[in-house]
């Protein structure tokens, strides 16, 4: 099955820096990638994704490079907020197939510093 | 999001007794998922169901069983709790393939087990 490792395992960073947590998967077939945001206590929410077919995607300060190749994908996210400081997912899955589930990295904690 | 709701929000219990985590949803999302969350480990895939009467198994689903008899409904049932299945239990749900939105996954607000 699609292992993920997710890199690193928490980050801290001052107001108005950038973010770049990394994620690598095992599985060729996958070609879908999401990343979700999880606030303390709260569930996971969709924040960006991108599909196999598309090697950046931009969102206002959030962006996803992949690289299939490599079989890798990262989440950049620039000009750092305070409201930014979450637990951050990555995950990948096989889209519009029967085996559509995500497997997901450990997660990135990140502390985003005043 | 109100549409996706999940209970108990919070479950104490003891090792060996039956436990049910019960996960509703409102949009007839053809795929629901159970999920557990434990530290240094993410997010990991215990079942999941890709409509009525079909059910897989995920990654961790020893000591777990679920059903859907109903496309809304996908209980999670632990038969003999014990304490490495204390944890936050998330239910999520996805669209049908083709629609807007399939593949996203809408999670619940999560359940909280603890085994004493």
């Known amino acids: 099955g699609e292992n993920v490792e997710q890199h690193p395992s928490t980050l801290s960073v001052q107001e108005g820096d950038s973010a770049v947590i990394k994620c690598t998967y095992s599985?060729?077939?996958?070609?879908?990638f999401p990343w979700y945001k999880q606030e303390l206590g709260k569930r996971p929410q969709l924040i960006i994704d991108?599909?196999?077919?598309?090697g950046e995607k931009k969102d206002q300060r959030i962006a996803v490079t992949l690289n299939k190749t490599a079989k890798h994908f990262s989440l950049h996210i620039t000009e750092t907020q305070p409201e930014d400081s979450a637990v951050y997912f990555c995950?990948?899955?096989?889209?519009?197939?029967?085996?559509?589930?995500?497997?997901f990295g450990s997660g990135t904690r990140l502390q985003v510093q005043p | 999001d109100a549409g996706i709701t999940q209970s108990p929000r919070y479950k104490i219990t003891e090792t060996g007794r039956q436990v049910t985590l019960m996960c509703h949803q409102t949009?007839?999302?053809?795929?629901m998922f159970w999920y557990r969350q434990d530290l240094g480990h993410g997010l990991r895939l215990i079942y999941y169901?890709?409509?009525?009467?079909?059910?897989d198994k995920g990654e961790v689903p020893d000591g777990y069983v679920v059903s859907r008899s109903k496309t809304e409904n996908f209980p999670l049932t632990l038969e003999s709790a014990t304490r490495s299945q204390t944890s936050v239990y998330f239910c999520?749900?996805?669209?049908?393939?083709?629609?807007?939105?399939?593949?996203?996954?809408?999670f619940g607000a999560g359940s909280r087990l603890t085994v004493l």
């Open positions: 991108i599909r196999s077919n598309v």
């Open positions: 169901s890709a409509a009525a009467d079909i059910t």
């Open positions: 949009w007839s999302h053809s795929y």
């Open positions: 995950a990948a899955s096989k889209r519009d197939t029967g085996r559509r589930a995500l497997t």
């Open positions: 599985d060729s077939a996958s070609n879908y």
């Open positions: 999520a749900s996805s669209e049908t393939a083709g629609r807007a939105g399939a593949n996203v996954l809408t």
